[in-house]
């Protein structure tokens, strides 16, 4: 019986803070921050495994090169393959460009996940599959939305 009253002295608490505005206030203020600062954690989140990735391409040249070359991709693609990651990757990061970066990237993404992993008999392949799937999103997010607020595109508006 306690609980019942105490619930109902919150609900009614939480309905007379929402009738004076105190309740939305604060959903309006948070989803102000979410507005501004969203992007570009989204940018450091998204862009941050294709830095990752070119890095690692570097101290993996001749791996790498071999593991394209038997997809019938030729070799001498990784120094574009591996500017394009960690430029392009960096370029996001800070909102440089962002529209067209990303739409760059979107399309490398996407003819990756198509050339290297879809494999319908190998489930890891395709989990990777989607992955660069859900990426190849994102990064359409980008290019309709653009950088937000924190980024050189912004300041250059």
Do not use: C
């Not at 501004?36 to 001749?62: C, H, N, Q, T």
């Not at 019938?72 to 962002?98: D, F, K, Q, S």
């Amino acid at each position: 019986m306690t609980i019942h009253i105490i619930r109902d002295v919150q609900t009614a608490a939480l309905f007379t803070l929402a009738e004076k505005g105190i309740i939305m206030s604060n959903i309006e203020n948070i989803a102000a921050l979410t507005q501004r600062f969203a992007p570009l954690i989204g940018r450091i989140l998204i862009a941050s495994i294709f830095v990752m990735a070119g890095v690692d391409k570097i101290s993996g040249y001749e791996g790498t090169a071999g593991w394209m070359e038997s997809f019938g991709v030729p070799g001498a693609l990784l120094p574009l393959v591996i500017a394009l990651e960690i430029v392009g990757g960096l370029a996001i990061i800070v909102g440089y460009r962002t529209r067209l970066v990303a739409f760059a990237m979107a399309g490398f993404t996407l003819v990756a996940a198509i050339i290297f992993h879809y494999s319908p008999a190998d489930q890891m392949q395709m989990l990777m599959f989607y992955k660069n799937i859900s990426i190849t999103g994102g990064f359409l997010f980008l290019v309709a939305f653009g950088a937000g607020t924190y980024s050189i595109d912004n300041h250059r508006a």
